[in-house]
């Protein structure tokens, strides 16, 4: 069978691939957890520039 040039399946971008646990609503969990990594490394980077500050504080 000959590729259709009228054919524009596919056209305006790519979705999203979703797992099968996705499809059926068990996305949310994923999305909670994201946002606790999130905020743990918020918290790493906060702790870590205040040690950086504090040395160089210290080695003035």
Same mark, same amino acid.
């Given at each position: 069978?000959?590729?259709?040039?009228?054919?524009?399946?596919?056209?305006?971008?790519?979705? $999203? $691939?979703?797992?099968? !646990?996705?499809?059926?609503? !068990?996305?949310?969990? *994923?999305?909670? =957890?994201? !946002?606790? !990594?999130?905020? *743990? $490394?918020? =918290?790493?980077?906060?702790?870590? *520039?205040? *040690? @950086?500050? @504090?040395?160089?504080?210290?080695?003035?």
């Amino acid at each position: 069978m000959a590729k259709s040039r009228n054919n524009l399946l596919g056209v305006g971008g790519q979705r $999203k $691939k979703l797992s099968r !646990a996705d499809q059926h609503g !068990a996305g949310q969990g *994923r999305t909670a =957890d994201r !946002a606790s !990594a999130e905020s *743990r $490394k918020q =918290d790493l980077l906060k702790k870590m *520039r205040e *040690r @950086s500050q @504090s040395a160089d504080t210290s080695e003035e």
